[in-house]
């Protein structure tokens, strides 16, 4: 244990004055000017005396003597600073804060040119490196006291899916090429199919599992299929034919010449739409849809100051907002919001259809029960073909309670949507217009400025978007 001794104590002894710093990692000399020389063994044995053992430099004790060098602190003792740790870290080769979100521009319309763009990758190439924790080195101060170093921590090994981990624990490459993604702690590989060219007849169709990505046209009378992935499109599509199990995303647009149609169990987005049919289970998003017919699952949302609706059918379970719809000539736009059937019965029959299905199930398991009681007593073949069959039924029965569960939560969601439809202009609604939500019609005989239409009671009721 050291002992301090004060400044005072130390000038009345000897002249020598041994200091340390507030830490204990350091311990200054300094000498008070005297005729006799002072020997190196009396400075140690003071060092000693106060229990400085850690760093001592006796070169430069022994050169203060030598110059005389009164009256200054010099430092004649360090300790070993402690070194903490390193934490482990993930260098990735690619970016993982992509913002591949469609940009709102000051018209308020959508720029689609970078809506889906997220890094990809190729077969075999280096994604991401891990850089382990560093070792800590512990020190100790002038007093050979122990200071413990903050130690490093290693991160757990990436989880997720298209890469392997080389022998090395450290590198990770992809198994195979397509989009590659880093969220919430997973890094997961999509493959996707990259067409770098137009996709034309000359080119032929396209069926792939994934993703597909076409850096180009698609032009007339080709089919682009995604079975589990979605599909973007670069350049402009003429009339072909999209479909794909997610999302559909055309960073121009489409003129599909009354032929070309676009199929999604997800979003639907593009910067026009014109002449096209569309089938969206979720949102159908553009700047323009122009003798279109369209079906959206949730909502359509045509924006930007001149976000106009014209000619044909757009029908959404939940909502339809636009800033124009129609013009002066008055085309005919039929613009239909919620559902027009009796969601109520519908319900009411799916349920029912469900409580029969599940009694059916209950005799049927009582029907195994009792063919299981006969069984243990006697062996026969007869019973056992019965079994069988009980069986086959009971199998048959699950599905189809599973289906019809599956039907009544459409159903609900649908019935949920529906209670919030309503149709939004932000600008004009011109004549020719018919307006429907939730099966009940509205003609449009003059131009409304800011309006909203949505079902109250019997009718259609329509506000004043200022008054909503």
Same mark, same amino acid.
């Given at each position: 244990?050291?002992?301090?001794?004060?400044?005072?104590? =130390?000038?009345?002894?000897?002249? @020598?004055?041994?200091?340390?710093?507030?830490?204990?990692?350091?311990?200054?000399?300094?000498?008070?000017?005297?005729?006799?020389?002072?020997?190196?063994?009396?400075?140690?044995?003071?060092?000693?005396?106060?229990?400085?053992?850690?760093?001592?430099?006796?070169?430069?004790?022994?050169? =203060?003597?030598?110059?005389?060098?009164?009256?200054?602190?010099?430092?004649?003792?360090?300790?070993?600073?402690?070194?903490?740790?390193?934490?482990?870290?993930?260098?990735?080769?690619?970016?993982?804060?992509?913002?591949?979100?469609?940009?709102?521009?000051?018209?308020?319309?959508?720029?689609?040119?970078?809506?889906?763009?997220?890094?990809?990758?190729?077969?075999?190439?280096?994604?991401?490196?891990?850089?382990?924790?560093?070792?800590?080195?512990?020190?100790?101060?002038?007093?050979?006291?122990?200071?413990?170093?903050?130690?490093?921590?290693?991160?757990?090994?990436?989880?997720?899916?298209?890469?392997?981990?080389?022998?090395?624990?450290?590198?990770?490459?992809?198994?195979?090429?397509?989009?590659?993604?880093?969220?919430?702690?997973?890094?997961? @590989?999509?493959?996707?199919?990259?067409?770098?060219?137009?996709?034309?007849?000359?080119?032929?169709?396209?069926?792939?599992?994934?993703?597909?990505?076409?850096?180009?046209?698609?032009?007339?009378?080709?089919?682009?299929?995604?079975?589990?992935?979605?599909?973007?499109?670069?350049?402009?599509?003429?009339?072909?034919?999209?479909?794909?199990?997610?999302?559909?995303?055309?960073?121009?647009? =489409?003129?599909?010449?009354?032929?070309?149609?676009?199929?999604?169990?997800?979003?639907?987005?593009?910067?026009?739409?014109?002449?096209?049919?569309? +089938?969206?289970?979720?949102?159908?998003?553009?700047?323009?849809?122009?003798?279109?017919?369209?079906?959206?699952?949730?909502?359509?949302?045509?924006?930007?100051?001149?976000?106009?609706?014209?000619?044909?059918?757009?029908?959404?379970?939940?909502?339809?907002?636009?800033?124009?719809?129609?013009?002066?000539?008055?085309?005919?736009?039929?613009?239909?919001?919620?559902?027009?059937? +009796?969601?109520?019965?519908?319900?009411?029959?799916?349920?029912?259809?469900?409580?029969?299905?599940?009694?059916?199930?209950?005799?049927? @398991?009582?029907?195994?029960? =009792?063919?299981?009681?006969?069984?243990?007593?006697?062996?026969?073949?007869?019973?056992?073909?019965?079994?069988?069959?009980?069986?086959?039924?009971?199998?048959?029965?699950?599905?189809?309670?599973?289906?019809?569960?599956?039907?009544?939560?459409?159903?609900?969601?649908?019935?949920?949507?529906?209670?919030?439809?309503?149709?939004?202009?932000?600008?004009?609604?011109?004549?020719?217009?018919? @307006?429907?939500?939730?099966?009940?019609?509205?003609?449009?005989?003059?131009?409304?400025?800011?309006?909203?239409?949505?079902?109250?009671?019997?009718?259609?009721?329509?506000?004043?978007?200022?008054?909503?």
């Amino acid at each position: 244990m050291k002992e301090i001794l004060s400044e005072e104590m =130390m000038k009345s002894s000897d002249g @020598i004055i041994i200091t340390f710093s507030e830490d204990d990692m350091e311990a200054y000399l300094c000498l008070q000017p005297n005729e006799k020389e002072y020997p190196v063994s009396l400075i140690k044995s003071r060092l000693k005396d106060m229990g400085i053992t850690i760093g001592i430099r006796e070169n430069t004790i022994r050169a =203060m003597l030598e110059q005389k060098r009164y009256g200054q602190n010099v430092k004649i003792a360090e300790g070993i600073h402690p070194v903490p740790g390193v934490d482990g870290w993930y260098e990735f080769m690619f970016d993982t804060e992509h913002d591949d979100r469609p940009k709102i521009l000051a018209d308020g319309s959508v720029d689609y040119s970078m809506y889906g763009n997220i890094p990809s990758v190729e077969e075999e190439a280096v994604i991401a490196v891990y850089h382990p924790a560093q070792e800590a080195k512990d020190g100790v101060n002038i007093f050979g006291e122990l200071l413990v170093a903050t130690k490093g921590k290693n991160m757990a090994k990436l989880s997720g899916r298209g890469f392997t981990l080389l022998e090395d624990g450290c590198t990770y490459v992809a198994k195979y090429g397509g989009k590659i993604t880093y969220d919430d702690g997973r890094l997961n @590989i999509e493959q996707e199919l990259l067409i770098k060219e137009d996709v034309s007849t000359s080119t032929g169709g396209i069926t792939y599992r994934n993703d597909i990505h076409v850096r180009g046209n698609v032009l007339a009378g080709v089919s682009i299929v995604s079975e589990k992935g979605s599909i973007i499109v670069d350049g402009y599509v003429e009339s072909a034919s999209l479909s794909a199990d997610k999302d559909v995303i055309l960073k121009n647009g =489409m003129q599909g010449n009354a032929r070309g149609s676009i199929k999604a169990g997800g979003d639907v987005s593009g910067k026009f739409f014109e002449r096209t049919r569309i +089938d969206a289970g979720g949102n159908v998003n553009a700047n323009a849809i122009m003798n279109s017919i369209v079906k959206a699952g949730n909502d359509v949302i045509v924006s930007g100051r001149f976000g106009i609706i014209i000619g044909g059918e757009i029908q959404a379970n939940h909502q339809i907002k636009a800033t124009i719809i129609g013009n002066t000539a008055e085309v005919e736009n039929r613009i239909y919001a919620g559902v027009a059937g +009796d969601l109520l019965a519908q319900l009411n029959h799916c349920e029912a259809q469900k409580k029969a299905a599940e009694d059916e199930l209950s005799r049927i @398991i009582q029907g195994m029960d =009792m063919v299981d009681e006969l069984l243990e007593k006697t062996e026969g073949e007869e019973l056992k073909q019965k079994k069988l069959l009980l069986i086959r039924s009971k199998v048959e029965k699950d599905s189809q309670i599973s289906k019809l569960d599956h039907q009544k939560k459409e159903l609900v969601d649908l019935f949920g949507k529906a209670n919030e439809a309503k149709i939004t202009i932000d600008k004009m609604v011109y004549p020719g217009t018919v @307006i429907s939500v939730n099966g009940m019609k509205k003609n449009v005989t003059e131009s409304e400025n800011h309006v909203e239409y949505a079902r109250r009671g019997p009718g259609i009721m329509v506000y004043h978007i200022e008054d909503v």
